[in-house]
Nanobody, 117 residues
Framework: QVQLVESGGGLVQAGGSLRLSCAASGSVFGFNNMGWYRQVPGKQRELVAVIIGGGSTNYADSVKGRFTISRDDAKNTVYLQMNSLKPEDTAVYYC???????????WGQGTQVTVSS
């Protein structure tokens, strides 16, 4: 069974940085798309960043230039480096991973990121 385990969330002041990690396991043929999403109470989960197996990336306009997504396929781990954090970045952040074999998307448990002003 595929499982995604996130870490790295916490409390940080505006302008600070955090690095989120998500270790995926259970897919014999690895993962294709991997990404980070975030959600605040009362709103739908939104895409933050996505990275495909070949390394191409895409970002939400709100985080472009501040966040960087990367992956280590040897470890089946996806990262999100968050710099210049703003209070509006406060949310629960979730990682996702799509299996190559069946194109099934799995989700992590979420990690809270709180940015104080």
């Amino acid at each position: 069974q595929v499982q995604l385990v996130e870490s790295g969330g916490g409390l940080v002041q505006a302008g600070g940085s955090l690095r989120l990690s998500c270790a995926a396991s259970g897919s014999v043929f690895g993962f294709n798309n991997m990404g980070w999403y975030r959600q605040v109470p009362g709103k739908q989960r939104e895409l933050v960043a996505v990275i495909i197996g070949g390394g191409s990336t895409n970002y939400a306009d709100s985080v472009k230039g501040r966040f960087t997504i990367s992956r280590d396929d040897a470890k089946n781990t996806v990262y999100l480096q968050m710099n210049s954090l703003k209070p509006e970045d406060t949310a629960v952040y979730y990682c996702s991973a799509e299996t190559r074999l069946f194109s099934t998307t799995y989700w992590g448990q979420g990690t809270q990121v709180t940015v104080s002003s």
